[in-house]
């Protein structure tokens, strides 16, 4: 759960970089994409976090010598990187985001 918070603070900081730049004037490449990041933002919370979780959580096998890992493992980063990645950018767009502009 951690690896899911850690993925969703760091995008979510540079969302919230790319939106203030965007708010005060600056022209980037490409013109504003900011939706097309916040969707980018989820999927890459979302695959990390299953990711780093499956690497990290094993199951509990009962010895201490061999280490399971199944799609249970995966869906457990899964379940837990949505609301996780939702939650992040509600505070970055809601709460950070009035105090810097």
């Keep these: 759960m951690s690896a ?4 969703a ?8 970089a790319y939106d203030v730049a965007l ?6 490449p490409g013109g504003d994409l900011r939706a097309f990041f916040v969707a980018l933002d989820v999927v890459i919370v ?7 979780t499956y690497r990290i959580v094993p199951l509990p096998s009962g010895s201490a010598d061999r280490v399971t890992r199944t799609g249970w493992s995966a869906a457990l980063g899964f379940f837990a990187a ?3 990645a939702y939650l992040v950018l509600v505070v970055v767009s809601q709460i950070l985001r009035p105090l810097l502009t």
């Design 4 to 7: 899911n918070l850690a993925v």
């Design 9 to 16: 603070t760091i995008l979510g900081v540079a969302y919230l």
């Design 23 to 28: 708010t005060r004037g600056f022209r980037l």
């Design 46 to 52: 979302v695959v990390l976090g299953s990711v780093i």
């Design 82 to 84: 949505v609301p996780i």
